[in-house]
């Protein structure tokens, strides 16, 4: 982890505690806005602060595993390009990697699965409600992310999905705490077998110490930005964009 501890993670987007829906309404106010964005700055800031960058979210064994792990959100996108790239079996596929890099990259999905694999078996907590239990296969970011030779300026890693809602480009971001977090991992599978469509697949991100929403589906680039101002409508996600929830989902 020294290159990440040369590189201090200063993000200054908020995050923290998702909004209630009962304070939709209220917090729909400008000077409440506000005051809703401070408090989950602060979260994010001390959490940050007294939680150790790699401390682990819990690990369970096989028995453990939830009979089936349901899919919410897109379970089929629907751009050309993803139907392309899944009637060929994903040969096609490649997961780019750019933005503050020295390297751009271009990895097919065969070479995603021949680097080196961290196996997992994590609790999925939505913000719906719901959890289950899977294991997850798939190389760490980090070692990717300084194969690239991410920059000093970078900051933000953010992901660029295949899927959309209503013509908007589906997109998740983190910062360079998350990304380089030891089970941060680009799953291809799923209790050891290839990601199903309504998955994720080819690639999702796990990011196990975050809420559901932040673990982006379809991955088909990573981007290494300085600031998340200039990507969507700047709050670091499309469903922090539309309002929704928070861009700090730590737990």
């Not at 790699?54 to 089929?76: I, K």
């Not at 065969?110 to 961290?118: H, T």
Request: glycine fraction near 10%.
């Amino acid at each position: 982890m020294n290159d990440l501890s040369r590189r201090r993670a200063l993000g200054t987007l908020g995050g923290g505690a998702l909004l209630l829906g009962g304070c939709d309404r209220l917090a729909a106010t400008q000077p409440l806005q506000h005051a809703f964005h401070g408090a989950e700055g602060l979260t994010y800031r001390v959490q940050r602060l007294l939680t150790p960058r790699d401390a682990m979210a819990p690990e369970f064994h096989g028995a453990d595993l939830s009979p089936v792990f349901r899919s919410n959100g897109t379970a089929m996108p629907a751009s050309a390009d993803y139907a392309a790239s899944l009637a060929s079996d994903f040969r096609d596929y490649r997961l780019h990697v750019g933005g503050l890099v020295a390297r751009p990259l271009a990895i097919p999905l065969d070479r995603l699965k021949a680097l080196p694999q961290r196996a997992q078996i994590t609790r999925h907590d939505c913000v719906e409600g719901w959890s289950a239990i899977g294991k997850w296969t798939g190389p760490a970011l980090g070692p990717i992310l300084r194969f690239a030779g991410l920059s000093q300026a970078a900051r933000y890693v953010v992901f660029h999905c295949f899927d959309d809602f209503g013509g908007t480009a589906y997109y998740e971001s983190i910062d360079l705490v998350d990304a380089f977090h030891p089970q941060t991992i680009l799953a291809w599978a799923l209790n050891d077998r290839p990601l199903p469509v309504a998955n994720g697949a080819p690639v999702r991100v796990r990011i196990e110490r975050q809420l559901g929403y932040k673990h982006a589906k379809y991955v088909r680039a990573i981007e290494a930005v300085a600031s998340l101002d200039r990507i969507g409508r700047g709050k670091g996600g499309y469903w922090e964009d539309v309002g929704d929830y928070a861009w700090y989902a730590g737990i």
